[in-house]
T-cell receptor, first 120, second 112 residues
Framework: AQSVTQLGSHVSVSEGALVLLRCNYS??????LFWYVQYPNQGLQLLLK??????LVKGINGFEAEFKKSETSFHLTKPSAHMSDAAEYFC??????????????????FGKGTKLSVKP | DAGVIQSPRHEVTEMGQEVTLRCKPI?????LFWYRQTMMRGLELLIY????????DSGMPEDRFSAKMPNASFSTLKIQPSEPRDSAVYFC??????????FGSGTRLTVV
């Protein structure tokens, strides 16, 4: 069974500092991994996805994530935090194929989320 | 594209009442998912449909919960009778081949 663990329920950084949000996954099959962002009182928005192509994935708003099979990790980074990055971030793994990306339709299993605060 | 549309945005109801949450997926999407989000349990998948057919409802908490998708453009999640522990934000998401999930803005349910 697939699962994800997000280390740290809260992360606080200063504006302009590096953002690092950690995600480790467990999967019995080659995983498909995703990062989503949730702003207050809104739904989740896709930041980026890994679907077995390049291991370094670039997403929206300057975020990127690197798939490291040896470490079973998919950490999210951004070189310089902006106040508008304050939100909750969710890592997710697909449990069967890539939902919406061909193959059998699966579903996403989400981590507990990491709330990012950005200090001025 | 109006995105995934959920209604109502907020619902306050008394314990024991029936609650119906509605979702209109993006036109052309063939998979639809219902999630529940709480502080304690995070995001939980309740049920998902593929081409209007329920594929996995193992996340539905109990028989008080039911979901339908009578056509490709509409789905409902019903709770009858509702209980205070059902209070949460309920999200609907849709997708199709080649696209990622698109989430609606959610319905915040409060059962008093």
């Amino acid at each position: 069974a697939q699962s994800v663990t997000q280390l740290g329920s809260h992360v606080s950084v200063s504006e302009g500092a590096l953002v690092l949000l950690r995600c480790n996954y467990s999967s019995s099959v080659p995983p498909y991994l995703f990062w989503y962002v949730q702003y207050p009182n809104q739904g989740l928005q896709l930041l980026l996805k890994y679907t077995s192509a390049a291991t370094l994935v670039k997403g929206i708003n300057g975020f990127e994530a690197e798939f490291k099979k040896s470490e079973t990790s998919f950490h999210l980074t951004k070189p310089s935090a902006h106040m508008s990055d304050a939100a909750e971030y969710f890592c997710a793994v697909s449990d069967r194929g890539v939902p919406g990306y061909g193959g059998s339709q699966g579903n996403l299993i989400f981590g507990k989320g990491t709330k990012l605060s950005v200090k001025p | 594209d109006a995105g995934v549309i959920q209604s109502p945005r907020h619902e306050v109801t008394e314990m024991g009442q029936e609650v119906t949450l509605r979702c209109k997926p993006i036109s052309g999407h063939n998979s639809l998912f219902w999630y529940r989000q709480t502080m304690m349990r995070g995001l939980e998948l309740l049920i998902y449909f593929n081409n209007n057919v329920p594929i996995d409802d193992s996340g539905m908490p109990e028989d008080r919960f039911s979901a339908k998708m009578p056509n490709a453009s509409f789905s409902t999640l019903k709770i009858q009778p509702s209980e205070p522990r059902d209070s949460a934000v309920y999200f609907c998401a849709s997708t199709r081949t080649g696209y990622g999930y698109t989430f609606g803005s959610g319905t915040r349910l409060t059962v008093v």
